[in-house]
């Protein structure tokens, strides 16, 4: 084994110290190199305690850093793992990454992070890219990878685990939240708490599956509701983020829709600067909730709520969300905490497992949000 640097001699600045090699070591120690590989591995029990004496002494002298890259290509290991995320502006995402990273720490691994900024195009290229890089295994948070694309990871390619979300085709773990559970939770949540109509606010789902699966649990909870006799309406609203004109239409579409089950009312402030209901004569004011499907979502009403009511929005129109951002609680916005810390954890266990040769079915680990009731669904 030799991992002294290609061409160090014509490539270093002048003046810059050589870096010591496997070769110095042995020199140093007065031993071969095959002792330092050994060594190096850890496989002391084969070394006399004079020896390793001597190699551990001079390894100190010398400041001797292994070249961590070659040794893993050597034995065909590196430690490195890949992750594909789709959005690391959303606070999701770095609290996965949290998780990802203590994993990782504890395991040995060292992670790549690869963001595809919800480009379609460049989670293929970064998959792509990974597989050069020979990582032992891959973590997927992507927005519309795929099977196709991820055809060299999962099955009998590089070990993979999803997150938050299935790709069509690929059999491979997954690790999330519970989406249809949590769905239902704040549909249940909302419908106890008297509200008259529910908007569910989601990104375009036709690609994602954890948005297809919170989507299908509120159709299931309204439905369910409509058939014991309930009075509190559903409806579905899709918003793209990605799309500001988009955003613009779909924002202009609910503000119709709950001025039509208000009465056309809106909120004014009287001379105390407290919000004051102005009705237009067209009956009682019904309550209304919005259920945003994540934390973008929420934080996309939340803000054009305010310039449409103003800072007492909260009398007119109710807010819960999936996710629990910090901004949240400062709000007093009701939530659907995700356990991310544990999700980026399990994922890298799961990853670990598969990558040390685990060879069982397929699985979900399905993990249970947690509901932070705050004043915005309160009576």
């Known amino acids: 084994m030799n991992d002294e640097p290609i061409g160090t001699t014509s490539s270093r600045p002048a003046g810059t110290p050589r870096r010591a090699t496997i070769t110095d070591v042995a020199r140093e120690a007065g031993t071969g190199k095959t002792s330092i590989s050994r060594y190096l591995n850890g496989e002391i029990s084969v070394l006399s305690p004079e020896l390793r004496a001597r190699i551990e002494a001079a390894i100190a002298r010398l400041d001797y850093q292994p070249n961590q890259m070659a040794r893993g290509l050597k034995r065909g290991r590196n430690r490195l793992i890949g992750m594909l995320v789709a959005d690391l502006t959303n606070p999701y995402s770095v609290e996965v990454l949290q998780g990802v990273e203590a994993a990782c720490h504890a395991l040995g691994l060292m992670p790549l992070i690869c963001h595809a900024a919800n480009e379609v195009e460049m989670e293929r290229r970064f998959l792509q890219l990974l597989t050069t890089y020979r990582v032992e295994g891959v973590i997927v948070n992507a927005l519309g990878v795929r099977e196709e694309t991820l055809r060299p990871v999962g099955g009998g390619g590089i070990p993979a685990v999803l997150v938050d979300r299935q790709v069509e085709g690929l059999v491979a773990d997954m690790v999330g939240l519970d989406n249809g559970a949590a769905a239902e939770l704040g549909t249940h949540h909302l419908i ?25 649990a509120f159709d299931r909870a309204m439905h369910a509701h409509d058939g014991s006799g309930g009075h509190t309406r559903g409806h579905t609203l899709v918003l793209n983020l990605a799309d500001a004109a988009d955003v613009e239409r779909s924002l202009a579409e609910l503000d119709r829709a709950l001025d039509a089950v208000s009465g056309g009312a809106r909120d004014e402030l009287d001379g105390s600067g407290n919000a004051v209901a102005l009705g237009t004569g067209a009956g009682t004011t019904a309550r209304v909730a919005l259920f945003a499907a994540n934390a973008p979502v929420a934080l996309c009403l939340a803000l054009h709520l ?13 807010l819960l969300s999936i996710d629990d951002p910090d901004w949240a609680e400062l709000a007093g916005i009701t939530t659907i905490r995700q356990p991310t810390y544990e999700i980026g954890y399990r994922a890298v266990e799961f990853l670990h497992e598969r990558i040390e040769g685990a060879k069982t079915n397929a699985r979900d680990c399905l993990l249970t949000g947690e509901l932070i009731v705050r004043a915005s669904t309160s009576r």
């Not at 305010?306 to 109710?318: L, S």
């Open 306 to 318: 305010k310039a449409r009511y103003g800072a007492h929005w909260q009398t007119r129109v109710a």
């Open 192 to 216: 106890e708490q008297g509200f008259e109509h529910i908007w569910f606010v989601v990104q375009p789902f036709e690609q994602v599956s954890s948005r297809q699966l919170r989507v299908q």
